[in-house]
């Protein structure tokens, strides 16, 4: 569903993704794994049109949506949820959540809208108990989940996912990815993931690609990138070596 | 019967983008670690980033069986020794052997590849697969091995030889598969004759042929001697052993594993792509392969890409059984001749046996051929008559066939070297 062929960024004289191509099929999780630098974050932001790629393409259902606007990309069905939650944080919960469908928003459409925040929280529990509390009063597992919420409210088809477990407590990380293949399971979430911690998202991913100095240098299964030697001593520590 | 049916029944348009994103990756890390490929890319002044599509392949240089030597035996591997956990090398029919490495990854893969080819010829877990390939550093017999264990099947490693101990196992453990070359199929149709086993004794029911080209009259006499359904299976070591392409019971051409396979087929000498349907030399290049990548290696095996689907519903291009090696060509009298050709020929011919050797001297300057073909026994030496017709018509329907005349010889059955593996079909006497 979602198809990226050699999409390149320069930041400057920076040559932050070179050639980079990989596709998610529909209900699939897919892991982007990698240093620091790598290019993950680049590569969701060129999808989302956050930042713009130099050249290359991206399609969606096979509509190209390259170098569109972002509002453009988030109506075509994409949602991006960025590395640090970015959640407003003066804003109640509930207000945060309405936000997320702001480009459909219309008096005809707001029953409907209501009930879709009904949705999450019936999704995200802990955040329906803090309906009317503002954002910034929450955990960050919390934080997190209202991120995701957030973006849930766009309708994505394709939900973009940067580094969603960073800076969370181990048993909270745990909590996080479990509700992101809750996602798909139940709600047949398309999604693609960027993360440090590559056991955990290669734990719920059905692939995954592994970027190297903005360069796809693997790809495979979760379970062939987990045996990969390289993977496992990089990316996944060499303590854990088996 | 599918191993993988959602991977050999990919969409075409889904399997290229696979085959872009795999080939992208490998070309990054042949790039990143085996100064051989980095070297000859900044010669060209090609960096893995300029191959947006799978036609810009034709832009990456070849790698030929002489840059394997050169590296010899390490020089190509992708990653450090630590994570090879196993080494081969080419059987080295025709000159110096070659070494070859696969990671845990890659092991599981090509058992994985030749279990869909095992598949396709008819082999389920309830079979019991007798491997007469020879165990060692030769690819067939492990590759065979893993992917028929994959499977479930029970294999029997019984290893190249001793023909009669391999009926005797194939009668008493029920073998139902064979894998081994045709050449060898044969031979073991021939000692079940000489023996007196009728195949009602054997359970075998499927033959899985390869490591040597052979041609459809062979496969008849195969399967007419040994009572089985034969398929063609094909792999070179260079690129992974066994697993690279084989048939399925329709038997239309081998469906080749092109989601872990690109390949080519060109003109060996001008080096450009054969006009579709032709033949010419298989190129292929490797897509998941982790220890040991192959950028657009040059096989030497003379193939060509059928058109059309397979009923049996795998996407995956189908190419022709190889018909020969670009250096098994003879040159003959400046004709180009291939061996298969005249195995082509004598199979035609009533009265011959499928066993022959082509013989070339060269007398003062001129080349002179003989092939010597083993006569049925329902021609007897002594009507002199009928072998001198004999021997008229094959020369004959050679000429024709190769546009040379040569010399034919009838010899008497079995006076010609059996093999237990490769064949060795022609003697070159030329000093050149």
Not at chain 2, 164 to 192: H, N, W
Request: with cysteine; net charge neutral.
């Amino acid at each position: 569903m979602l198809k990226v062929r050699n999409l390149q960024v320069h930041y400057g004289m920076i040559h932050a993704l070179r050639a980079a191509s990989l596709h998610v099929k529909a209900k699939e999780i897919v892991a982007l794994i990698g240093a620091n630098g790598a290019g993950k974050t680049t590569l969701l932001s060129a999808i989302s049109g956050v930042v713009r790629a130099t050249s290359g393409e991206v399609s969606l259902d096979g509509n190209a949506i390259t170098r569109e606007r972002p509002d453009r990309i988030v109506r075509e069905g994409i949602a991006h949820v960025p590395e640090g939650r970015h959640v407003f944080k003066p804003l109640p919960v509930e207000d945060n959540l309405l936000l997320g469908a702001y480009h459909r928003y219309s008096l005809r459409k707001s029953a409907a809208i209501r009930e879709e925040v009904e949705q999450v929280f019936s999704l995200f529990p802990a955040l329906a108990d803090r309906r009317k509390q503002r954002a910034g009063t929450l955990s960050g597992g919390e934080q997190q989940m209202l991120a995701i919420g957030r973006a849930l409210m766009s309708r994505p088809k394709v939900l973009l996912l940067d580094e969603p477990s960073m800076g969370l407590a181990p048993r909270l990380v745990r909590e996080i990815f479990v509700h992101i293949s809750r996602l798909r399971e139940e709600r047949g979430m398309t999604i693609l993931l960027v993360e440090q911690n590559a056991r955990g998202a290669l734990g719920i991913a059905d692939r995954g690609y592994v970027l190297e100095t903005g360069r796809v240098v693997l790809q495979g299964t979760s379970e062939e990138l987990l045996a990969n030697r390289d993977v496992q001593r990089a990316y996944l520590g060499r303590e854990r070596e088996t | 019967m599918y191993w993988e049916p959602d991977k050999e029944r990919l969409d075409r348009e889904e399997l290229s983008q696979l085959q872009l994103e795999r080939l992208q990756a490998t070309l990054n890390r042949v790039y990143a670690h085996v100064p051989f490929y980095r070297k000859k890319f900044d010669a060209l002044g090609i960096s893995p980033e300029d191959v947006g599509s799978l036609s810009d392949l034709s832009l990456l240089p070849f790698t030929a069986k002489a840059d394997l030597r050169e590296n010899y035996p390490y020089g190509l591997f992708a990653v450090p020794m630590r994570e090879v956990v196993r080494i081969h090398a080419s059987s080295g029919t025709t000159g110096a052997a070659t070494v070859v490495g696969y990671t845990r990854n890659d092991i599981r893969t090509w058992s994985n590849l030749v279990a869909r080819i095992l598949t396709a010829g008819g082999v389920t877990k309830d079979d019991v697969v007798q491997i007469a390939f020879g165990y060692g550093l030769f690819t067939g017999a492990f590759g065979l091995h893993y992917g028929a264990e994959r499977i479930g099947a029970s294999v029997i490693p019984a290893s190249s030889g001793n023909t009669a101990r391999q009926i005797q196992i194939m009668r008493d453990f029920k073998t139902t598969a064979l894998v081994s070359t045709p050449s060898y199929a044969l031979l073991v149709g021939e000692t079940l004759r000489e023996m007196g086993i009728p195949t009602s004794a054997l359970s075998l029911r499927y033959g899985l042929f390869g490591a040597e080209p052979w041609s459809d009259a062979m496969r008849q006499e195969i399967e007419g001697k040994l009572g089985i359904v034969a398929t063609d299976n094909y792999g070179l070591s260079e690129v992974i052993g066994p697993g690279v392409s084989g048939e399925c019971l329709e038997r239309r051409g081998l469906h080749v594993n092109e989601d872990h396979f690109l390949i080519e087929v060109i003109d060996p000498e001008r080096l450009r792509p054969v006009a579709p349907g032709e033949v010419g030399e298989l190129v292929i290049t490797t897509l998941t392969k982790e220890a040991f990548p192959m950028i657009r290696y040059r096989t030497r095996d003379l193939t060509r890409l059928l058109p059309g689907e397979c009923p049996c519903g795998r996407t995956g291009q189908r190419m022709g059984r190889v018909t020969g090696r670009t250096d098994d060509m003879l040159i003959i009298k400046g004709t180009n001749v291939f061996p298969s050709q005249i195995e082509h020929v004598l199979f035609e011919i009533e009265g011959t046996e499928p066993h022959y050797q082509i013989v070339i001297d060269r007398k003062g300057a001129m080349d002179e051929v003989t092939v010597l073909v083993e006569a049925a026994e329902s021609i007897f030496f002594d009507q002199m008559r009928r072998q001198k017709e004999m021997v008229e018509k094959i020369q004959k329907r050679l000429a024709q066939e190769l546009g040379i005349s040569v010399d034919v010889k009838l010899v008497e059955r079995k006076t010609l070297a059996r093999s237990e593996g490769k064949a060795k079909r022609v003697v070159d006497n030329r000093k050149l």
